[in-house]
């Protein structure tokens, strides 16, 4: 883990000394360029308007390329801005020489924008990526997006996303690893070491900022920015873990969160970013608001005008204000009227300087010129890694009568509008990727099919073409629909109060199951769909989610089979949306679900999940057996027997989950501890074992205090939270 050495502390205290008020107040400032002229909204405003659907990436590339922007030179001259989202190379540079030459201490800038899932390469979305249960590839992908936006001037990056997310109504459970916190632990702490740590010394490096701290996936109703309440068993034992997993691995940042946390915004939470993040965690650098976020304490009603939310915020410990200006228009105000301690802002300022210093800012705070442009075509390693990744993402839902994998010879008709969409495969939050580094389905599958016809037929925004479907009916000996969510229906803003497939795209799969022929569903979306019909309906499911560039490529080589699916959902599936939230970990109650009308149930929907975590087929099969627990004093041995029963080799994901059975406070009904990816020949047979020490297996009471009982506990081992082996200890 990368520290500062002494000799850079003493620095940082050294030019502490030397600022003013104002400009200790001006590191706590992050601007973004103001477009200036007839396109007069905040550039903040312009990414979420690109990210939403409202404006399309050539109208924002004609924006920024026409307009006149402000990038706030006289307020960089003067010391009043720490921090920038820019991502030309050459602006930062011209940006950062202000800096650096022309202010009175020359403090560097840093460079600040959301880089969720890559940055040129992009990668699946996490919810998916997450689903490969594989922490040394969400390493890599990391590692890669470090090294691409470095060589743009970005040096800190708004990544990674932790936020549990149970609903899947709300849009940004796409940007999130999913409903569990092991998983997410080890999704966090991939992904801090991937960006923070190079693989040599001259390997570059960013800082993460974690977000969305917290709870933000847990708002009612999976309504975006909408209250949480939250008991605070909960909070510790299931949000928290992945943002501690990061702190502990070393994240230098973190992002507040826009929602309220049990009445007060998170935003100006003091029990929330100085007692745990700061003083329990020990997070070493600085939190920063999320956009606007300060001023939207007014409207929360907690704050009465700039001057009470920028006070509450900086005594909360919020370092740094992300696009507002109140920080930078009312601290000094707050500091000489005695409202804000000076102690408030010196610690504040000691910590933007220390990231500063830390990413080496000081001696290096431009972008190198030779090495600027070095990613305007992407290296084959990146392209490699890019389809690495979607293939693994990729998930089988069903597959009935072994339709899949289909034969490279087979006439295929391929449906949806969504299949011959580039532009789609990238998902949500991403923002500097190239049109023609993108391939669609249609693309990739041609490249593996040499008997298939694309037909739009229809798509998740509009109607159907009847006489498409008709002509596609007819053509294929198979028909593969790619149906599903455009970007735009997940993310930022984007929740849905009905989850099932948009449009009239269950009208067009009944159209197709009319013929006869064997339907293929392959979902492109961003969060999990409420499925039922289709489950019941569809012979083979495969879930895609948003992968990235080379998703067209993983896709069509799931489908001939070149690459034996192994994805698992991170996130469990509803039958039907009225289900949500649903989650596998959920406490018992007093009368457990069952079929029994006095049960926790509802009448009109199915007990369960359709797809629970952790599940994910193959185009082999595989068998559990002989569970043993061993007692090794502090930790407990888990041993089980996996074998191959198909005929081609495969790769399935061991997973362990534990259940106290009888607590001081109710648990969960199940608990996923270790993880295990297991790669076997036809036939092979391998014991997988999992080393599990005794003190996992307690709990947070509601105090935050850690908890290791006495008593009963299952130990549950299987292919997914549902299908497991169990075996029972007692300990003492």
Partial sequence: MRQLTEAQKKRIEEILSRMTLEEKIGQMNQESPSIVGGFDVPFSELIEMLTDGRLSKEEFGKIMSTSQQDYHEDDIRAGRVGSLMVQDPAKVNELQKIAVEESRLGIPLIFGLDVIHGFKTVFPIAIAEAGTFDPDLMRKTARMAARESKAAGVSWHFAPMLDIARDARWGRVSEGPGEDPCLASAFATAKVTGLQEGESPDDPYVAACLKHYIGYGACESGRDYNTVNMAMHVFYNHYLKPFKAAVDTGAQTVMAAFNDLNGIPCTVNKFLLRDILKEKLGLPGFVVSDANAIRECINHGIAADDFDAGVQAALAGMDMD????????????????????????????????????????????????????????????????????????????????????????????????????PEEVVGAWALSWRKEDCVSLWSGIQKEFANAKYFPCGGPEGGLNEEEITEAAAYGDVIVAVLGETIAMSGEASSRADITLPGKQRQILEKLLESGKPVVLVLMNGRPLALEWEDAHVPAIVEAWHLGIRMGDAVARVLCGKKNPEGRLSSSFPAMTGQCPVYYNHPNTGRPASKSKFTSRYLDAPLDSLYPFGYGLSYTSFDFSNLNVRDQGDVLMIGVEVKNTGERAGTTTAQLYTQDVAASLVRPVKELKRFAKVTLEAGEIMRVYFELPKNELGFFDNEGNYRLEEGLFRIYVGQNSRECLMAEIWEK
């Fill in 322 to 421: 992300m696009g507002t200006g109140i920080y930078k228009n009312q601290l000094q105000k707050a500091v000489e009227e005695g409202k804000v301690p000076m102690e408030v802002i010196d610690e504040a300022a000691r910590r933007i300087l220390s990231v500063k210093m830390w990413l080496g800012l000081f001696d290096h705070p431009y972008v190198d010129e030779a090495s600027m442009h070095q990613y305007d075509v992407l290296p084959q390693e990146h392209l490699d890694l890019a389809l690495e990744a979607a293939e693994r993402s990729i998930v089988l839902l069903k597959n009935e009568g072994d339709i899949l994998p289909l034969a490279p010879s087979a006439k295929i008709s391929v449906i949806g509008s969504l299949a011959d969409q």
